[in-house]
């Protein structure tokens, strides 16, 4: 399985981006898709997940400007990102799990001028 991400780029305060990725490959099994990211010197932490099933679970620090939504038939992710701050810089990584394995993209750098 390989997971292509996009959408990333530079953007001012309270500015929009949309990030996508595509599930690609042996792509049976999916179970969930969502987007981790890591900022300079912090921690990799959850930003958003939406499973197959319809849940999602959103990182407080993101609740009501970020919304995911996933495509399960074109195995596509989506992170609609609104009202951005300086502090969502950071490199956002892709993940899905084709149960049980987990898989991870190669990450979209967002960043975030004030």
């Known amino acids: 399985v390989q997971l292509q991400a996009s959408g990333g780029g530079l953007v001012q305060a309270g500015g929009s981006l949309r990030l996508s990725c595509i599930a690609s490959?042996?792509?049976?099994?999916?179970?969930?898709m969502g987007w981790y990211r890591r900022a300079p010197g912090k921690q990799r932490e959850l930003v958003a997940l939406?499973?197959?099933?319809?849940?999602?679970n959103y990182a407080d620090s993101v609740k009501g400007r970020f919304t995911i939504s996933l495509d399960n038939a074109k195995s596509t992710v989506y992170l609609q990102m609104n009202s951005l701050k300086p502090e969502d810089t950071a490199v956002y990584y892709c993940h899905a799990q084709f149960w049980p394995r987990d898989y991870w993209g190669q990450g979209t750098q967002v960043t975030v001028s004030s």
């Open positions: 490959g042996s792509i049976l099994g999916l179970s969930r």
């Open positions: 939406s499973t197959t099933g319809g849940s999602t």
